[in-house]
């Protein structure tokens, strides 16, 4: 299953010098309002947070304009039965890709997801290491068919020829590409982060590789969760943003939420995975502010490794708009924008 990870003793030595060696952040706030350039929501994610991001941009397809997805899968795969559908949605075999293209608009038409249409002409980025032993290639390879009902290929940027693990790839991690291990964050020689942000923003400024102006925020994510209980959809009591200086100062800034994988959250691997992902470098330089929201491992609902919700451990809805933990999610959002996302 996609949830299921490898914890060994050379994982728990390469976590541990990763927290060692990662910066202090701030101590917990409320989280605050920016200005937020029009059209500049942006999600990106791995494994879950791959399947997350899918979910966000259909069914919030009016308010978010692109999309990064690494080692995830089609939208609505596990169809609300994960113990039926999650070997099909790991492996990419048998997932009735023309059936939840079919459910998607029937959402659409009921109103319970924004309209398809909003899906077209739109960045998408998808990578998928030809050495995933967790979540197959043929999975993405579904997802982009799914995606191709709604766009055409021009608008999607595939790389799937990189000899990657299952893994958040980025040049800024110290696991070889073809390894899989905690933190779950593989240096394969590439740059997605410059990668996918280019085709979202266009021509960026060159990365910040030194010390960082922008500040990385730790605030109360359950103001934004049902009965301000975060815990009751697993979900973290505390989540992670990363703020430019000039957003700070009133710079009209874009928003990119960054979603981890399962056992990539804070309560798993610290802030890893929010400090190394690759993108605070390229946000602090180009005015994106960067949102982490977390998850916790849980008992009741059942999800032991932390992952989002992509198969309906939270209840039936989990991917249509009145999803609890997607609820959380763009609360946050539209908190970080002022009000000024149309959700």
Same mark, same amino acid.
């Given at each position: 299953m996609l949830w299921q990870c490898v914890r060994s003793a050379g994982s728990a030595l390469l976590l541990g010098l990763l927290m060692f060696l990662s910066p202090s952040a701030q101590a917990q706030s409320a989280l605050g309002?920016?200005?937020?350039?029009?059209?500049?929501?942006?999600?990106?994610?791995?494994?879950?947070?791959? +399947? /997350?991001?899918?979910?966000?941009?259909?069914?919030?397809?009016?308010a978010v304009f692109g999309t990064a997805v690494?080692?995830?899968g089609a939208y609505y795969c596990a169809q609300d039965d994960e113990a039926f559908w999650g070997t099909a949605c790991a492996t990419g075999y048998d997932v009735p890709v023309a059936s939840l293209v079919s459910y998607t608009k029937q959402q659409a038409s009921a109103g319970r997801i924004d309209p398809v249409s909003n899906l077209a002409n739109k960045p998408i980025y998808m990578f998928s290491g030809t050495l995933d032993t967790v979540d197959y290639q043929a999975t993405m390879d579904d997802l982009d068919q799914y995606y191709q009902s709604f766009t055409t290929a021009s608008h999607i940027t595939y790389n799937n020829t990189t000899p990657a693990e299952h893994s958040w790839v980025t040049p800024d991690a110290l696991t070889a590409c073809s390894y899989l291990a905690?933190? +779950? /964050?593989n240096n394969c020689g590439i740059d997605p982060e410059q990668t996918?942000?280019?085709?979202?923003?266009?021509?960026l400024n060159a990365r910040n590789n030194g010390q960082l102006g922008g500040s990385l925020i730790q605030f109360n994510q359950n103001a934004f969760c049902p009965s301000s209980n975060c815990a009751a959809i697993s979900m973290d009591s505390t989540a992670w943003v990363f703020v430019p200086q000039s957003c700070a100062q009133g710079t009209a800034c874009r928003l990119v939420?960054?979603?981890?994988?399962?056992?990539?959250n804070q309560e798993t691997v610290g802030t890893a995975f929010v400090q190394n992902a690759g993108i605070n470098e390229w946000a602090d330089s180009n005015n994106i502010i960067v949102l982490y929201p977390q998850t916790i491992d849980a008992e009741v609902p059942y999800n032991p490794y932390g992952c989002w919700d992509w198969w309906g451990y939270t209840n039936g809805n989990y991917a249509l708009k009145s999803?609890?933990?997607m609820v959380a999610i763009m609360a946050e959002v539209n908190r970080l924008a002022g009000g000024s996302v149309q959700l």
């Amino acid at each position: 299953m996609l949830w299921q990870c490898v914890r060994s003793a050379g994982s728990a030595l390469l976590l541990g010098l990763l927290m060692f060696l990662s910066p202090s952040a701030q101590a917990q706030s409320a989280l605050g309002s920016y200005t937020i350039t029009a059209n500049s929501l942006t999600v990106a994610g791995i494994s879950s947070g791959g +399947y /997350m991001a899918t979910q966000l941009q259909v069914a919030y397809s009016k308010a978010v304009f692109g999309t990064a997805v690494m080692a995830g899968g089609a939208y609505y795969c596990a169809q609300d039965d994960e113990a039926f559908w999650g070997t099909a949605c790991a492996t990419g075999y048998d997932v009735p890709v023309a059936s939840l293209v079919s459910y998607t608009k029937q959402q659409a038409s009921a109103g319970r997801i924004d309209p398809v249409s909003n899906l077209a002409n739109k960045p998408i980025y998808m990578f998928s290491g030809t050495l995933d032993t967790v979540d197959y290639q043929a999975t993405m390879d579904d997802l982009d068919q799914y995606y191709q009902s709604f766009t055409t290929a021009s608008h999607i940027t595939y790389n799937n020829t990189t000899p990657a693990e299952h893994s958040w790839v980025t040049p800024d991690a110290l696991t070889a590409c073809s390894y899989l291990a905690l933190p +779950y /964050m593989n240096n394969c020689g590439i740059d997605p982060e410059q990668t996918f942000l280019t085709l979202f923003y266009g021509k960026l400024n060159a990365r910040n590789n030194g010390q960082l102006g922008g500040s990385l925020i730790q605030f109360n994510q359950n103001a934004f969760c049902p009965s301000s209980n975060c815990a009751a959809i697993s979900m973290d009591s505390t989540a992670w943003v990363f703020v430019p200086q000039s957003c700070a100062q009133g710079t009209a800034c874009r928003l990119v939420v960054a979603l981890h994988g399962c056992s990539q959250n804070q309560e798993t691997v610290g802030t890893a995975f929010v400090q190394n992902a690759g993108i605070n470098e390229w946000a602090d330089s180009n005015n994106i502010i960067v949102l982490y929201p977390q998850t916790i491992d849980a008992e009741v609902p059942y999800n032991p490794y932390g992952c989002w919700d992509w198969w309906g451990y939270t209840n039936g809805n989990y991917a249509l708009k009145s999803a609890p933990q997607m609820v959380a999610i763009m609360a946050e959002v539209n908190r970080l924008a002022g009000g000024s996302v149309q959700l």
